[in-house]
C-alpha cells in the first residue's frame, strides 16, 4: 500500500523507501530527490517549513525553503563576479566571513569538516579576523554545497563584505558585552545572597530561610546559565557531535555539573550549592574571551585598514560630462577624475594632469610619489595635489590592493609548523584533563566527599587550553600586520618562522641593489648598419622582455623593429626575426653564437668597470655595442652593514658582467660576489650553500629570479619586480625600502622569541596551577580568572610585536 510523499505529496512507489526523521517521526519520501532536500532542511534546522506550511506544494522550485535557495543564489555566475577568482577552467577562490567562530577550536573543526569534501583543493581561516580562504573545483562541487556543509556544523559562512564585516564585528562586541552584562548583574545578586548565607550559617539562620535564599540564588543564576554560558554549551555540543573533545568541553561540564548539582541540592535542601562560583567563573570566562577578542580585532586591524581603502563612489567622465557611480560599475577603459584628497578607485594610468599621491598605506612609505602623465596609479592612495584624470586598467579583483590583501590572508591562515604543533598538543589536552579530572573526584571523595566536586570543578576549569592554540596565530597575526604597515608584504605563512633563522642572504644587483633605472650611456655601432637602424632593431628585440635592461633599450627608438618569433633566454638575451633575417641582443657569447665571429678589435669595449655592455648581431654581423649604467640605491650600503651584525652572511649574484659585480661588491662592503651567473648558475650556487647548513633568503625583482626566488628557504621580491618574481616570492618588499629588510628580520625574531614565550608560560602555568587545583587549594572562581588569565596573557604578549 502506497502513501503521499510527506515533502512533494505524491504517491510513494510500492516498495520503495525513502525516510527522514523529521521531528522525531519517520517520514516516508517519494524519492531521492526528496529525500535529500527534506534531510537538508532537518539538518540546517529549518523544520518550521513543514510545521508551519499551509499546503504541499506541486511546483518543483516551492519545495525548497527560503533559506536552502538563498544559498544557490551565491551559484550565480553573474554574483560570482563581484568576489570569486577563477585560477583555471574549473577552478575557483574565494574569500568568506564566518560567523560563529569563538575560539581556535572552531576553526579547526570547520577546516577539518570542510576539507573532507570532494573538490575542495583548499580551505584555511584566519581566526583573528575569521576571515577563510576557499578554493575549490567547480565541476565537483559548487559553492552553496560548501556553504551549506558549514551550517550542517552550527556556523555561517558568506562572501566577504568589508562593510558587512565591520557590522559583525560590532554585532559580536555587543552580544558579548550583553552576555557579559547578564552575567555580571546576576554574580553581584548571587554573590550578596551568598554572603548572607555564609554568615547564617555560622549563626542562627533557620532551615526555610535557608532554603528560600537557595531558591533566590537558582532564579538569578538561571538567565546567567541558559544566556550567558549558552556559547559555551553551543561550541561544546559542536565538537562533541564531531567527535572532537573542543576548549568549551571541560568549561561546559563544569558550569552545567555545578549547576546541575545545585538544582539538586535547592530542591532537596541538602548538600552544597555552587551558583557564587557557577556566576562568578562565567563572569570571568566571558570578560576574558571578550579581551581576547578585542585584541584579536585589534591584531588583524591592518589587513582591514587595507579592505576600506577603496572608495564607495568614483567620478567617470565620458564625453566631458562628470557622472558619479559605484566603484563596482567602473570597466577597464573608463576615464576618472580625482580631485584632491579623494582616493584613486582603481588601478591605471594618469592620462592628464600633475600631482602627488600618498601610497604611506600601501608600501610604508610616507613622502608622496610625484605623479605625470604616463605614470601608474594605484587603487587605494591618495590624491594629494591636483586633479589628475586617470584611464582604468585594473578593476575589482584585479587590482594590486586586492593582490596585496589575499597575499596578506593566505600568510595569515597558513600554518606554521609550531601552529600545527600547538593544534595537536591541544586536541589531545582534553581528554587528558577530563581523565585527570575523574581521577582528582574519585581519590577526593574517598578522603573529604565534601570537597571532591568543587575540587575537580577547580580542574575542569582552569586547564583550558586555548592558550596553547593562541599562541602562535597571535603572534603571526600582529608580526606580518606590523611588517605590513612598513611595507613588507607576508605571502606564506613559513615566511616568517623561517626567515628568524636565516643566516645567508642572496642578492640580485639590478633592481634590488640598484634602482634599476637603466639608462643607455654608450651607443657605438660596430658594421655598416647606421646608427638610427641599430636602434630601431634594438628597441624592437627587448620589446618582449621586462627586464631592467630592456626597458632602458626600448627607449633609444619611437618606432620599434616589428618583430617574429621573438623569444628571451633567462640571464642571455633576446632573439628574433625581422624581415627575414636573425637578429639577438644580449651578452657577449649570446650573440656570437648566431654572428659565427669574435668581436672586432676595433669595438671600444668599455674600461668602465661599474658599466654593464650588451650587443646587438644579426647573422650577417655585429651590428652594435651597448653600454648601460645604474645608480645603486643610498641605503644599500647601511642595509649590507645592519644585515652582517645580525649575523647574516652577505652574497651578490648577478648576471651582470663579473668585473661590475665585482667593482659593486667592494663599494658595499659585500664579502661574496659572483657575476656573470645564469638562473641555472644562481640555483646551483643556493643549493651549494644549502648543503651545508646555510639557511638562504633570496632578495630579487627579475624574471631569471623565479627560480632561485623558488629554491630559496624564504624569498623577497622588490615590490616593483616582475609578476613571476612576486608569484614566486614568500614576501614582497612594497615600499622598495632596503632598511625593511634587517627590520624584518629582526621582527621576525622577536616573534620566534614571542611563540616561545607564549608557549613557556603556557607550560609553565598548567604545571603550576593542576597541581594547585587538585590540590584544593584554587576555588572554582579562581580558576575561571587563572584560564582567562592565561588566554589574555598571551594575546597580549604577542600584540607587543606591534609596538
Sequence with gaps: ?????????????????????????????????????????????????????????????????????????????????????????????????????????????????????????????????????????????????????????????????????????????????????????????????????????????????????????????????????????????????????????????????????????????????????????????????????????????????????MPATATRVRDGVQEVIPVSQLERGDYVLIKPGEVVPADGLVIDGTSSTNESLLTGESLPCQKHTGDTLVGGTVNIESPLTMQVEKVGDNTVLASIIRLLERAQAEKPELARLAEKVASRFVPIILVTATAVFAWWYQHAPDEAFWIALSVLVITCPCAFSLATPAALTAATGLLTSKGVLTTRGHALETLARINHMIFDKTGTLSYGHLEVTDFKTLGNATGSFCKHVAAGLESASEHPVARAV?????????????????????????????????????????????????????????????????????LARIGLADELRKDAANVIQELRALGIDVTLLSGDAPALVEHVAQQLAIPHALGGQLPDGKLTYLKQQQAQGAVVAMVGDGVNDAPVLAGAQVSIAMGSGSQLAQASADMVLLSENLHQLPFAVKTARRMQIIIKQN??????????????????????????????????????NALRLKN
Design 1 to 309: 500500500m502506497s502513501s503521499d510523499c510527506f515533502h512533494c505529496g505524491q504517491p510513494v512507489p510500492v516498495g520503495a523507501h525513502y525516510a527522514v526523521k523529521i521531528e522525531d517521526q519517520t517520514r516516508e519520501m517519494c524519492c531521492t530527490g526528496c529525500q535529500a532536500v527534506a534531510q537538508a532542511i532537518v539538518e540546517n534546522n529549518l523544520t518550521d517549513y513543514y510545521r508551519f506550511r499551509t499546503e504541499i506544494s506541486g511546483k518543483a522550485e516551492d519545495l525548497v525553503p527560503d533559506a536552502l535557495r538563498q544559498l544557490q543564489v551565491y551559484d550565480s555566475v553573474e554574483l560570482q563576479k563581484s568576489f570569486v577568482r577563477g585560477t583555471d577552467a574549473t577552478i575557483r577562490e574565494a574569500s568568506l566571513i564566518l560567523e560563529g567562530i569563538v575560539c581556535a577550536a572552531c576553526v579547526w573543526l570547520n577546516e577539518n569538516h570542510i576539507k573532507r569534501l570532494p573538490g575542495i583543493l583548499e580551505f584555511r581561516i584566519n581566526y583573528s579576523t575569521h576571515r577563510a580562504t576557499l578554493k575549490w573545483d567547480n565541476s565537483i562541487i559548487h559553492l552553496s554545497d560548501v556553504l551549506k556543509a558549514v551550517s550542517e556544523i552550527g556556523y555561517h559562512a558568506h562572501p566577504f563584505d568589508p562593510g558587512r564585516l565591520e557590522s559583525l564585528q560590532k554585532k559580536e562586541k555587543s552580544a558579548a558585552l550583553r552576555r557579559i552584562a547578564i552575567a555580571g548583574l546576576g554574580m553581584m545578586q548571587v554573590m550578596m545572597i551568598a554572603v548572607a548565607m555564609y554568615i547564617g550559617a555560622v549563626s542562627d539562620m533557620d532551615t526555610e530561610m535557608r532554603g528560600f535564599l537557595r531558591w533566590i540564588s537558582l532564579v538569578m543564576t538561571t538567565p546567567v546559565v541558559f544566556y550567558s554560558a549558552r556559547v559555551f554549551f553551543t561550541s561544546a555540543w559542536r565538537d562533541l557531535r564531531r567527535g572532537r573533545f573542543g576548549m568549551d568541553v571541560p568549561v561546559s561540564l563544569a558550569i552545567g555539573i555545578a549547576f546541575s548539582a545545585s538544582v539538586w541540592a535547592t530542591l532537596t535542601n541538602g548538600g552544597e550549592v555552587y551558583f557564587d562560583s557557577v556566576t562568578m567563573f562565567t563572569f570571568f570566562l566571558l570578560s576574558g574571551r571578550y579581551l581576547e577578542m578585542a585584541a584579536r580585532h585589534k591584531a588583524g586591524q591592518v589587513a582591514e585598514e587595507l579592505v576600506r581603502l
Design 554 to 622: 626600448t627607449k633609444l627608438s619611437d618606432n620599434p623593429a616589428s618583430f617574429t618569433n621573438l623569444t628571451a633566454e633567462s640571464g642571455r638575451g633576446v632573439k628574433g626575426i625581422y624581415q627575414q633575417k636573425r637578429y639577438r641582443i644580449g651578452t657577449e657569447a649570446f650573440v656570437r653564437e648566431l654572428v659565427g665571429v669574435a668581436l672586432p678589435e676595433n669595438s671600444g669595449q668599455s674600461a668602465h668597470s661599474e658599466r654593464s655592455e650588451i650587443f646587438l648581431g644579426s647573422e650577417e654581423g655585429w
Design 759 to 796: 608557549f613557556a608560560w603556557t607550560i609553565l602555568y598548567n604545571l603550576i596551577a593542576i597541581p594547585l587545583a587538585a590540590s584544593g587549594v584554587i576555588a572554582p572562581w579562581m580558576a575561571a580568572i587563572g584560564m582567562s588569565a592565561s588566554s589574555l596573557v598571551v594575546v597580549l
